[in-house]
């Protein structure tokens, strides 16, 4: 699931392609639609994060055992659940829980992907050679499986599934990092570096470092998109953040006996779903696209 | 070609042992063993009988013993006993995978065909009026998690069209079109996820394709459209969805998860989350394996494939 994204992003370069062939002196920087479009998306579900259970009308564990069930209403914007609770307070209050959850996973694999791709990369050797075997290894398993079961073995809960997800990324972001700094490793700037006596860690952190962040950004938006539906999938596996929370994936499952006789209580966490990686997805291609475009104007 | 093949093999061989070694470092930190889970209903900890099971079970030999016997007992084929069925692994492993396999054998190739014709219509004319649908709707795919998409058709073809069975319970016996009609919407489900990813990387290949020198020199040599897009374009915009293709059979394989537990449906997936939820150590460790090397195997496929198709990568 993961190689395809990296590809799928270039779809969008087209655009940026054929501005920055024009022949104007000065290529415009114009920032992309779907970098706007996803940008304020992604902001606005970051905003549902921080400020979402002061503005919801009801608490999310809040039992309304009079109108279970209930269809959306002026009361119950979305409806209730089959405990009569507000889905509307619920879909608010989950933004919290997968936009964090989301994030710091994503924030664990790039993290430490970025260390050992830069290592791996700069030291090369043997050393490489085994730790891109062991990434191999790691990447045999489908993410999702693996994930399902490192969280069976720490025990089901928000960290658990967190610190999954960071462990499904690394390898990937290793990947990708240690390909960036193979192609900066015999370059002026890093040679001379050497020649000057500098210690590994400042040539790694100083000279490399700044240069793969363009990849690594990129990088972090696909990995992103895939977090949240880690996120959402492990929690509707029951592998993720336990009732009551009000976590999407988990309402989908908890509730889903009732899909067909009271629809709004899948369809509403289910939109939320949809919304927040549409919104990723279309901030990783912006960025992608913007970021290329900014380095053709540099050259 | 053959020392290509040989060298690949090899390097198949060694993924697989990396890959024991790591499900086996997984599964052995499950907190609790199988004894707990198997005794922790009736019986106390204290009686001893915990003891008396992990020895009968094998639980008690060092760690290394058990990885080196359970290695051992995969090369011979043997798989080991469920705790929680009772039963010998290796039949319900193969049981399961036949009826993952029928989701998504014609999963993978409906949507293989359907992408590639996408793609190739998509590439046809880029950022044209049905590019940019083909675009919005796969996009939308990817960004649609199968439990989604799933519950959605459920509500639309079986709660309010009625068309089709809202869970896909198997009968053995039962005729090719009772199966069309009960699998029908789990295999849509899986081929619209599949279908998204492999439409967009042969869009993007073939427009670079259709850009080449021997692309234009093949039409202006007055060969028809079609056989320019087809034999000449296709063949080699075809080498990054070979990979997104295998990459899918492996998706399939384990991520077919979610669409199982949709659906209610007992393929592979669901016997993985039944041994986790059971605490099931030596089926969680053979059906982890199992889709693991089923994944290495369709990669060592792509790569083939993309041997056959791009002479130059056999001699790299």
Redesign the interface.
Known sequence: ?????N??L??EE??GHLESASPSVTPPRRVPVSLILGGVIVGLFLVLALIGPHITPYPFDKFHFGSRLAPPSADFWWGTDRYGRDIFSRVIHGARLTVFMAGAGTIIGVAFGLLIGLFSGYVGGWIDEILM??T???M??????LA???V????SNEINAVLSIGIVFVPKVARVVRSATLGLRHIQFVEAAEVRGESNSFIIFREILPNVWPPVIVETCIRL?YAV?LV??LS????GAQPPAPDW?LM??KE?AF??SS?WV??AP?GA??AL??GV?LLGDGMREWLAARKTADE | MLSFLIRRIGMLA??LL??T???FL??Q???GDAVDQILEAWISSEGGAHEVLRAKLGLDRPLYEQYFGWLWDILRGDLGVSFAMEAPIAPILVERLMYSLRLAIPALILSVFLSLILGVVAAMR??GFIDNTI?VVT??G????A??SG??F??IF??WLQWLP?TSSLTEGEGFFHWAYVLAMPIAVLTLEALA??T??T???M?EVLKTPYVRTARLKGLPKHLVVFKHALRNAML?TV??IA?NI??M???V??VE??FSYPGLGSL??FS??QRDTPL?QAS?FF??SG??VA?LLADICYALLDPRIRYS
């Open positions: 699931m993961s190689v395809p994204s590809k799928i270039a779809l087209d655009e075997r062991l191999d290894i790691a045999s398993f489908p993410g999702l499986l399902m079961s490192d069976a073995a720490m025990g998109s539906l959402v999938s509707y596996l029951g592998l994936g989908i499952a889903r899909l067909i629809p899948v369809m289910a779903i949809v990686i549409i997805n | 060694v993924t990396g890959i070694a790591l499900i997984i599964v930190v499950l907190p880029p950022n675009t996009l939308t990817v960004s649609v998690p439990f989604v519950s959605l459920i509500l079986a709660a809202s990813h492999i967009r990387i869009r993007s290949s427009i990054p990979t997104v990459f492996g998706w394989l384990g991520g998860v979610l537990q949709v993985v989350l986790i939820e969680l982890m889709v693991a994944y290495c990669n």
